[in-house]
T-cell receptor
Framework: DGGITQSPKYLFRKEGQNVTLSCEQN?????MYWYRQDPGQGLRLIYY???????QKGDIAEGYSVSREKKESFPLTVTSAQKNPTAFYLC??????????????FGPGTRLTVL | DAKTTQPPSMDCAEGRAANLPCNHS???????VYWYRQIHSQGPQYIIH???NNETNEMASLIITEDRKSSTLILPHATLRDTAVYYC??????????????FGPGTSLSVIP
């Protein structure tokens, strides 16, 4: 089945540790995105990438880092510099980067809790 | 970047039409309006999108005002499974390296039996 996978679904880490969240897609999509969602809030864009080996900061990139070495993978590292990392993290992908319509598909999310 | 505003919550009786409004008064000429919904603790699901014209698909209808400053999502016959948070979002910078979507807090729709 085609889709986006995020693992793990739940993740616990101690304060001060870096942690990497996985996002893989087999939809052959060019663009990939990372969002953060806090309870009762909307989604905020962390980083996005339109093409391999290129990515852009979103609205809340501080304390996060990403890489895009392969088209199908866009891992997000939550560093110890992120002051409040406990949140629900969503990865998304979208085909194409042109003007035409292209729906954004979301993964199931990873709930990160920092103890 | 264009932003959207939506009422924080709405109720709708089961079987009736749900009309969800959205203001996007600063939208630019090439910015699309998208609607997604999110059921608790799941990834958002695409519903519909539009640029200028009204749109309809099997899930919903989208009515965009002529000046494009606002739109309304219509769920024609709401069911209990339509209870979710609905996001009206704008895609900015289409076709550029800054192509992205901006989410707001959304409208929490409760469908009541």
């Amino acid at each position: 089945d085609g889709g986006i996978t995020q693992s793990p679904k739940y993740l616990f880490r101690k304060e001060g540790q870096n942690v990497t969240l996985s996002c893989e897609q087999n939809l052959n999509h060019d663009a990939m995105y990372w969002y953060r969602q806090d309870p009762g809030q909307g989604l905020r864009l962390i980083y996005y990438s339109q093409i391999v080996n290129d990515f852009q900061k979103g609205d809340i990139a501080e304390g996060y880092s990403v890489s895009r070495e392969k088209k199908e993978s866009f891992p997000l590292t939550v560093t110890s510099a992120q002051k409040n990392p406990t949140a629900f993290y969503l990865c998304a992908s979208r085909s194409g980067t042109g003007l035409t319509y292209n729906e954004q598909f979301f993964g199931p999310g990873t709930r990160l809790t920092v103890l | 970047d264009a932003k959207t505003t939506q009422p924080p919550s709405m109720d709708c009786a089961e079987g009736r039409a749900a009309n969800l409004p959205c203001n996007h008064s600063t939208i630019s000429g090439n910015e699309y309006v998208y609607w997604y919904r999110q059921i608790h603790s799941q990834g958002p699901q695409y519903i519909i999108h539009g640029l200028k014209n009204n749109e309809t698909n099997e899930m919903a209808s989208l009515i965009i005002t002529e000046d494009r400053k606002s739109s309304t999502l219509i769920l024609p016959h709401a069911t209990l499974r339509d209870t979710a948070v609905y996001y009206c979002i704008v895609r900015v910078g289409p076709g550029t390296s800054y192509d992205k979507v901006i989410f707001g807090p959304g409208t929490s729709l409760s469908v009541i039996p």
